[in-house]
């Protein structure tokens, strides 16, 4: 089956150390997106990538990086920079110029204390 | 800027009531408009789309949307709803360069 998958799906962390998200898709998308989500406020974009070896930030950049080396992977580390850490996070992938709609994984609730 | 906006927080019906869930866009052109339900701890799934064309839309789970530039809204409709439909529901709308611009959703309760 093509999807998404997002792993682990809960993660808990202390203050200050840095943690790596996992996005794999097998869809064959070349745009790859990462998303926040908090209670109340929707779904805001953290980083995209509309191809290989390169990214762009999104509104939320501040306290994450991404890398974009393999066109199925698209992993998001949550730096200690990250002021608010705690949230769910959601990846997902489009094909830019088909069917204009973006497929999401299951998403990934990190825990930072 | 392009924004979205979904005036209710929270909506309640009673099982078999219908259902119309509010979604106001900003934008001058014809936005591309999108409705995702998402149930607690899941991730998205597409209910339906719309692009251009008919201004009524269907969709899956007998889930159906209607266009209208004239009030800027693209509000959600469904005959009678099911205790299955609880969730969370999000309009969005795509960029020019196809980044999704969500509202801040609105949570469905169904009374049994």
């Known amino acids: 089956d093509g999807g998404i998958t997002q792993s682990p799906k809960y993660l808990f962390r202390k203050e200050g150390q840095n943690v790596t998200l996992s996005c794999e898709q097998n869809?064959?998308?070349?745009?790859m997106y990462w998303y926040r989500q908090d209670p109340g406020q929707g779904l805001r974009l953290i980083y995209y990538s509309q191809i290989v070896n390169d990214f762009q930030k999104g509104d939320i950049a501040e306290g994450y990086s991404v890398s974009r080396e393999k066109k199925e992977s698209f992993p998001l580390t949550v730096t200690s920079a990250q002021k608010n850490p705690t949230a769910f996070y959601l990846c997902?992938?489009?094909?830019?110029?088909?069917?204009?709609?973006?497929?999401f994984g299951p998403g990934t609730r990190l825990t930072v204390t | 800027a392009q924004s979205v906006t979904q005036p209710d927080i929270h909506i309640t019906v009673s099982e078999g009531a219908s259902l119309e869930l509010r979604c106001n866009y900003s934008y001058g052109a014809t936005p591309y408009l999108f409705w995702y339900v998402q149930s607690p701890g899941q991730g998205l799934q597409l209910l339906l789309k719309y692009f251009s064309g008919d201004t009524l839309v269907q969709g899956i789970k007998g889930f159906e949307a209607e266009f209208k530039r004239s009030q800027s809204s693209f509000n959600l409709r469904k005959p009678s709803v099911h205790w299955s439909d609880a969730a969370e529901y999000f309009c969005a709308t795509m960029d020019s360069s196809y980044k999704l611009i969500f509202g801040s959703g609105t949570r469905l309760l169904v009374r049994p």
């Open positions: 869809l064959n998308h070349d745009a």
């Open positions: 997902a992938s489009m094909q830019p110029g088909s069917v204009y709609e973006q497929y």
